[in-house]
Structures are given as structure tokens and as C-alpha cells.
């Protein structure tokens, strides 16, 4: 399937088939199209944490309001952003460096510039989140190419799913994914509003829009 009919086949599944797991080959091509996502300075903050175990989705389920397909679904992978990936930026520079993608001069002016930016723990969040979107994003269109199923669900409670699931202070959960394969019983893609409703065309400087008041 071709990335076009992905993105416009895609829907948000609350219903999914228990007996078909998703297999471990998948489970890697699903995350390796998540890495593909840009980050901010090629920081790639997002981690993911998939919960696979029946009993472990049992145990997620009721950290997410008791929502069914946490339950379902063969997998749900929680995605979470790195507040402190500043840190341990460098090892993205030399990696870069090593590829001959840029030199030193830059890495230096690269490793400055996040570390400065980034140890504000407000932009370490925002960052983490939209990164983590866009890395949701790209996990979401791979896995419907595969004629998976997925919902992104953001109603869990982080800090029992930290606690729960040991993960350090310095994670933010960004998304939980269900995924898995459909079964009967879903909503279809529901309706979204017309482009022109969307888009300013030609916008340009000190020129109102739809979107000025
Ligand atoms: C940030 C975000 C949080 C969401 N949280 C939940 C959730 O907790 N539970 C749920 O069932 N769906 C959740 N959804 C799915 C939306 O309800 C769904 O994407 C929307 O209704 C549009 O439907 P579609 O994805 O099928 O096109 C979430 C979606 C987004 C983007």
C-alpha cells in the first residue's frame, strides 16, 4: 500500500481480533518507520515501550480508564519523549559526524544550541511531544499500510503507567497506540472538514485571513 492510501485509510480502531498477535518482525518495522520521523536538531527524544503480555494489557487497561482495547489489541506501544535528551545529544553529533553528514565546527555549534535550548524543561517537554507525535504519526501510516489497526489514545494516567511500568522520571508519556489487527465491529473513517474551511491560500504579510479574528 502507497503512503497516500495509508493516510487516508487509516481510522481509529476500538475493536480488535485477541487471537491475531502481532508478530515481533512487525512489532520492529513498526518502530523503525516511527524513527524515521524528524526531531528538532535530530535529537530523536522518542522511546517506545511496547506492552504485549495479556496480563500486562490488563494491568494497562485499567491505568487507561478501563478502555476495552487496551485489552484487545495484541500490543500497545506507549510512546514517550526524553525530557533529558540534551544530555546525551553529543552521541547524535558523532554519529552524524562519523556518517560525514557535517564536521566538528557544527557539531560544536549543534551540541551548544540544544543543550541551551533544551535544558528549559518547558521546551524539553513541547519538544517531546510534538516529536512523539510525528514519530505516532508514521507509526500509525506503516502499520495501516500493513493492514493493521491502530488507535492513539492520550486517556491513561502517565504517572501510574511510569510507576507501573518503572520507567524513569525524565520520560513524558506522549501516546499510547493500540495496535493490532481489526475485527469486525468498528466505526468508519469518520468525516473531517472541508479543505477550505482548513486552509489559508497565498497568505501574506499584514493581509487579514480567515484566521485573524
Ligand atoms: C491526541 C489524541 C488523543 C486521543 N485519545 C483517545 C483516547 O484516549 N481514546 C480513544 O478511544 N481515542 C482517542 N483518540 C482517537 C480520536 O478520537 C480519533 O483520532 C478521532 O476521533 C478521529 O477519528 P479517526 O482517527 O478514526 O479518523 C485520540 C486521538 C488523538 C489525536
Same mark, same amino acid.
Given at each position: 500500500? *502507497?503512503?497516500?492510501?495509508?493516510?487516508?485509510?487509516?481510522y481509529? !480502531?476500538?475493536?480488535?481480533?485477541?487471537?491475531?498477535?502481532?508478530?515481533?518482525?512487525?512489532?520492529? #518495522?513498526?518502530?523503525?518507520?516511527?524513527?524515521? !520521523?524528524?526531531?528538532?536538531?535530530?535529537?530523536? #527524544?522518542?522511546?517506545?515501550?511496547?506492552? #504485549?503480555?495479556?496480563?500486562?494489557?490488563?494491568?494497562?487497561?485499567?491505568?487507561?480508564?478501563?478502555?476495552?482495547?487496551?485489552?484487545?489489541?495484541?500490543v500497545?506501544?506507549?510512546?514517550?519523549?526524553?525530557?533529558?535528551?540534551?544530555?546525551?545529544?553529543?552521541?547524535?553529533?558523532?554519529?552524524?559526524?562519523? !556518517?560525514?553528514?557535517?564536521? #566538528?565546527?557544527?557539531?560544536?555549534?549543534?551540541?551548544?544550541?540544544?543543550?541551551?535550548?533544551?535544558?528549559?524543561?518547558?521546551?524539553?517537554?513541547?519538544?517531546?511531544?510534538?516529536?512523539g507525535?510525528?514519530?505516532?504519526?508514521?507509526?500509525?501510516?506503516?502499520?495501516?499500510?500493513?493492514?493493521?489497526?491502530?488507535s492513539?489514545?492520550?486517556?491513561?494516567?502517565?504517572?501510574?503507567?511510569?510507576?507501573?511500568?518503572?520507567i !524513569?522520571?525524565?520520560?513524558?508519556?506522549?501516546?499510547?497506540?493500540?495496535?493490532?489487527?481489526?475485527?469486525?465491529?468498528?466505526?468508519?473513517?469518520?468525516?473531517?472538514?472541508?479543505? *477550505?474551511?482548513?486552509?489559508?491560500? *497565498?497568505?501574506?504579510?499584514h493581509?487579514?485571513?480567515?484566521?485573524?479574528?
Open positions: 500500500m *502507497d503512503a497516500h492510501t495509508a493516510i487516508h485509510q487509516r481509529s !480502531a476500538n475493536v480488535y481480533d485477541p487471537d491475531r498477535p502481532v508478530s515481533s518482525e512487525i512489532l520492529d #518495522q513498526l518502530i523503525d518507520a516511527a524513527r524515521q !520521523a524528524p526531531s528538532a536538531y535530530n535529537m530523536q #527524544q522518542s522511546r517506545f515501550v511496547a506492552v #504485549q503480555d495479556l496480563e500486562a494489557r490488563r494491568v494497562l487497561r485499567s491505568i487507561a480508564y478501563d478502555q476495552a482495547k487496551v485489552e484487545m489489541a495484541p500497545v506501544i506507549v510512546v514517550l519523549g526524553d525530557l533529558q535528551s540534551h544530555l546525551t545529544f553529543p552521541e547524535i553529533t558523532r554519529a552524524d559526524q562519523a !556518517a560525514g553528514i557535517y564536521d #566538528q565546527g557544527l557539531a560544536d555549534y549543534f551540541v551548544q544550541a540544544v543543550q541551551g535550548t533544551y535544558s528549559d524543561p518547558r521546551r524539553a517537554h513541547d519538544e517531546a511531544i510534538r516529536s507525535s510525528l514519530a505516532a504519526m508514521n507509526l500509525m501510516t506503516e502499520a495501516t499500510a500493513l493492514g493493521l489497526a491502530t492513539p489514545m492520550i486517556g491513561f494516567d502517565p504517572i501510574k503507567f511510569k510507576e507501573t511500568f518503572a !524513569a522520571e525524565h520520560y513524558l508519556p506522549v501516546f499510547m497506540i493500540a495496535v493490532g489487527y481489526p475485527a469486525a465491529g468498528n466505526w468508519p473513517k469518520k468525516t473531517r472538514r472541508s479543505l *477550505d474551511e482548513l486552509l489559508v491560500r *497565498d497568505a501574506r504579510p493581509q487579514k485571513n480567515a484566521f485573524s479574528q
